[in-house]
RNA sequence: GCGGCAAUAGCUCAGUUGGCAGAGCAUCAGUUUCCCAAACUGAAGGUCGCGGGUUCGAUUCCCGUUUGCCGCUCCA
């Protein structure tokens, strides 16, 4: 069982996930779908539990932060202006030899470049050769070599653009294969299928197919909270500087989507865009990248699993950027992003919607489009995170082992176990009364069922940290115990005493004070 | 997307040179013990990922496909 290197482990991780009903394939009856994970039973209190973390963190523990919940679907010219429609058209093809990845326009007019090419050696010559005398627009017209290779030109752009129009991607394969052009690498013309790559998922709005009009499934949750950027501004009396947060599901149609819940085609994000004076975005860069690596901190995981990773290469939206990245079983990956997005996205919206997306500065006496830097998370990621860190094989003293989740408490999925020792003299009767008791506060787990050794190793898989224990002794002193997970120790407490001692064990609070 | 490997019970896996489908653990019902996966009795759980082909007969051989992992590629 034990796992000898990295991918054992992460093998492991999986397993462990879908025995214990944190996470199971979507549709796994059909044979699952390809990168789409479902939570279970206990996956879904764990990821409700970081969600809620966060929230508290950003918007409770701010009060310059308002949360909101943006819909899904957005107005589609939402993704013209934020530019994700342009940036990701392109008509791709791949060449099998040397396993290089092209776009098939670029290839194309790279072919008719040269065509143009030697059309301007022709022209040169003749200029040579005639001297001042020479009238380009003449000689272009009438030299048939000149016209041979237009025509050739003008044929294949009207062929190409009849075929982009037209979506026919075979045909756009065909005009590569027909005009013969050879891969500059591997210089072989195996080519495959040309292939449309477009990130975001489209749907219809409108029950008659001729009245429908496409929209996108978000791919970011951040364009929801730009396009009410005024609302909420407005209705909040916000005062730059100021965040508005949100959570929700994303989507994005990946090429390659892997290593399990990683990289998802449908994830939530929980982001928080927070807007501010022009020139003032590098200093609130870099208070948002060391506030959100302190949340990250506050786990108690060690220091060493996190990192800043500053991007040297900027997107088309960011004047700053940098991931906070995690050491997942399978390496250090992006599991934040902060990125300082200058006026680019409000700025286009005002120019796409006609609207004035400005702060009017009651000290400068002045309107601005706020300038914005967002911290963006992934929650599926972050589980992952919380999952394989939390992950341990333990051998144990007598020289049996257990796999513990030691998931900060706070986070579990279950807070506490109520378990009678045996099943009788009126042992469940008395745990019963300690669950009515707790459960009002709490998600707890009541059970019976086997010994008491192997109910608490069922526990410790799942992450409960802690369970409380009636014994024979309890019917007369009102006693019972409490066992940690971590350390196995148990600690004997009067009932009176327990609803006091599980709240500030398993309190959110103490998290949230660690991050001033 | 390309290449490699894999898919048999909830989990980990064995197996059949092509001839009735197996183990351990887990699950459920009971007996017993009672503080760290104990024991016993019984039960349930499978079109051997899916679809074709070859064959008297395919879980096994062949082809396709789906899903997963790994490498490359991609990830504004």
Redesign the pocket.
Known sequence: ?ASTNS?DL???I???A??YGFIF??S?I????????DYGQNGAELKKNIREFWWKAMVQMNENIVGIDAAIFMHPTTWKA???VD??NDPLV?N?DS???YRADVLIEDHVAKIEAKIFKEVEKARGRFGDAFNEDQFRSTNPRVLENQQKIDAINARFKSALEANNLEEVRQIILDLEIVCPISGTRNW??V?Q?N??FSTQVGSVSEEASTIYLR??T?QGIFVNFLNVQKTGRMKIPFGIAQTGK?F?N??????????MREFEQMEMQFFIKPGTEMEWYSYWKETRMKWHRSLGFPESKQRFHDHLK?????NAACDIEFEF???FK?LEGIHSRTDFDLGNHEKFSGKKLQYFDPELNQNYVPYVVETSIGLDRMFLAILSQSYAEEK?E?G????VLRIPPFLAPIKCAIMP????DGLPEKAREIMDQLKYDHLCFYEE??????????Q??IGTPF?I??????LNDNK??I??RDT???E?VSISEVAKILNEKVDIRAALKRLN
Do not use: W
């Open positions: 069982m991918e992460f093998k492991n999986i397993s462990h879908k025995e394939p979507s796994e059909y044979d699952g779908l390809s990168a789409v994970y934020s530019g994700h940036a990701f791949d099998k396993k290089k990845r495959t299928d292939r790559f990130l975001m791919p970011e951040a994303a994005r990946e090429i390659v989507a892997r290593q399990f819940i990683f990289r900027l997107a088309h939206y960011a079983p399978f390496g992006e144990l007598d049996t082992e257990r796999v020792l045996v099943k009788k069922k086997d010994n008491i050794g192997k109910r608490y190793r069922r410790d898989a369970c224990t009636v014994d024979h002794d309890t019972v115990t066992r940690d196995m120790a148990q004997r």
